[in-house]
């Protein structure tokens, strides 16, 4: 049997489009819509085995009309000659005639037909366009209509389109919504989605169907539908396999109860409340598309301590059942967490879990992507309770609260290992050329006069840098050291250079809103108990054991560190 076919990465595609904030009250927020479509395009557009360039990847987050969409699907129809792909993540509307739409922004759940996209409109234009494959994957309520409508009679008759060679993929059938377990880090049908993505292979199309059916029958899920015209259903999406680590597991999944069950056009819990409910509706059918992402690392008193508005001097930052925190997942390659279906997996996610066993508080934590700009606008806006891993700054400490620091680094530069022979201290970087991502640490440290002879190439992602040096590229990537250290035990190939380190000492610390001054020193005590035990060091030397044997004390901070930053607007004298 032949095996899969890849498209041509120069005449392919893709539009991924999610809708997760909603004007309209019937239509409660989907806070995981940003992490999904990050994800999905991260996986598409990956250096090593993605199947689209990054340039080819259009990316369409919370459009507030039609035209935004349609923008973005005309240009790539156009432009493709290979495959073209469509996604969507979002609500699914039906109106008064049962026909389904695809929710955005500034869908009124009153006039649908004239505020929603309708499947026929993407089906014309999908059906339209000369690539030689084109894929349509679906995840929202009713989503299975889109399999007959994509090929049907009354298809045809809309638009007469000839549709050979469109494959399309639903996480339901036509009657039904789709499942997100609630605290789950993925919906049911894309967390197996994923895990068939990374079966050593790759997979075909039509062999990630069959994983996807038989994982979810055996949850007694709704089974996800296909079409699959012509021969597309041989196409793969991945050139794999993906490293293990990176295939998220099967763990947290189950069959939803009743009580897991809530309906789309119920009434809109008040944001504090719908982040909490962390997808626990059925009806609130996106796909978290969060595929392999490695992540980070991981006020105004008189006396210093933690200012701003008090809501009851903060004691209530934990009273419900769960706890949202912020993970940055922009750092695609930096090995600090692996996300399994339920959860991640990573330093930073260990320290939480310690913080909060050791100040006994029983709110079980969910994690939300939040982009590294965006870090302190999702706090201070109440979209997450934490942050699980940031730069402590003097500006920062003005707008949130920290606990911290729980590690802290300089910058340092990662080669490939046969280069370690000639790049083994700073002056041998004269001359070579050093990726570094744009807006960080190490692209202001670089532009000092001490390497003023180095060739500074910036690019807009760490995950790009990380591309670069593996194919040759560029001589070295410069980070801060704790990122270096996890990215080489991921990739053999890839080794730290011990006797360059630059910049400022950054530390990291636990950042949350202000507002919460006993909550907050809660955390403070806890840190303190944490990393002066025996736990640190042991989590320390599991996540970063390049770190931990080139000297993993550096990186450990002191009590008198942590009662220096935590919960106040200015560091403490000493």
Not at 58 to 81: C, F, I, K, M, Y
Not at 276 to 304: C, E, H, I, M, Q
């Amino acid at each position: 049997m032949s095996g899969p076919r890849f498209p041509e990465r120069a005449a392919s595609r893709a539009v991924l489009i999610g809708a997760g904030t909603f004007h309209d009250p019937e239509l409660p927020d989907i806070p995981a819509v940003r992490a999904n479509l990050d994800a999905l395009r991260r996986t598409l557009t990956h250096p090593v085995h993605g199947v689209f360039a990054p340039e080819h990847c259009a990316v369409v987050e919370d459009p507030e009309d039609q035209s935004t969409v349609g923008a973005a699907l005309s240009r790539a129809v156009r432009e493709s000659e290979d495959l073209l792909l469509v996604y969507y993540c979002g609500h699914g509307l039906l109106d008064d005639a049962g026909l389904l739409h695809f929710a955005l922004t500034g869908t009124d759940t009153e006039n649908v037909g004239f505020s929603a996209i309708h499947l026929d409109l993407v089906k014309r234009m999908v059906g339209g366009a000369r690539a030689r494959s084109r894929v349509l994957v679906l995840d929202c309520c009713f989503s299975g209509q889109a399999v007959s409508a994509m090929a049907g009679p009354g298809g045809l008759a809309l638009g007469q389109l000839d549709l050979t060679g469109t494959y399309t993929l639903t996480s339901t059938t036509a009657t039904a919504p789709s499942h997100a377990p609630p605290g789950a880090a993925h919906t049911a049908f894309t967390g197996s989605m994923l895990r068939a993505l990374a079966v050593p292979g790759p997979l075909t199309l039509d062999e990630v169907h069959r994983h996807i059916d038989q994982e979810l029958a055996g949850l007694g899920l709704p089974r996800p539908q296909r079409r699959s015209v012509g021969a597309v259903g041989k196409l793969s999406l991945v050139r794999g396999p993906l490293r293990e680590a990176e295939a998220p597991s099967a763990t947290g999944t189950r069959a939803p109860t009743d009580a897991d069950t809530r309906s789309a056009t119920s009434p809109a819990p008040s944001r504090r409340t719908r982040s909490r409910a962390v997808l626990a509706a059925t009806a609130l059918s996106v796909v978290a598309l969060l595929f392999p992402l490695l992540g980070n690392l991981l006020t105004s008193d008189a006396d210093g301590g933690s200012g701003g508005d008090s809501p009851g001097s903060g004691s209530r930052l934990f009273d419900g059942d769960t706890v949202q925190v912020g993970m940055r997942v922009d750092r695609v390659e930096t090995g600090y967490y692996q996300p399994p279906e339920g959860g991640f997996s990573a330093y930073s996610v260990d320290v939480i879990l310690a913080l909060l066993k050791e100040a006994r508080i029983k709110a079980e934590p969910i994690y939300v992507n939040v982009p590294w700009d965006r870090q302190i606008h999702e706090l201070t806006e109440g979209a997450v309770d934490l942050d699980a891993a940031l730069v402590i700054t003097a500006s920062r400490m003005r707008e949130v609260d920290f606990v911290g620091p729980f590690a802290s680094s300089r910058q340092g530069v990662l080669v490939r290992a046969e280069a370690t022979a000639s790049i083994h201290k700073p002056g041998d970087l004269d001359g070579k050329r050093v990726c570094v991502q744009v807006g960080s640490t190490s692209e202001a440290a670089l532009k000092g006069s001490r390497y003023d002879r180095t060739t500074v190439q910036v690019e807009p992602n760490f995950s790009s840098c990380v591309g670069l040096l593996l194919d040759g590229q560029v001589d070295a990537l410069a980070a801060d050291s704790l990122a270096l250290s996890a990215l080489a035990d991921q990739y053999p190939r890839l080794k730290v250079v011990p006797a360059i380190s630059f910049g400022d000492l950054e530390s990291y610390g636990i950042a949350l809103p202000k507002g919460y001054s006993k909550d907050c020193e809660r955390l403070r005590d806890a840190m303190v108990t944490y990393v002066s035990g025996d736990a640190w060091l042991r989590d320390f030397r599991k996540r970063l054991p390049t770190s931990y044997l080139s000297g993993g004390d550096q990186a450990r901070p002191t009590a008198a560190d942590i009662r220096r930053w935590s919960c106040r607007t200015s560091p403490a004298d000493g």
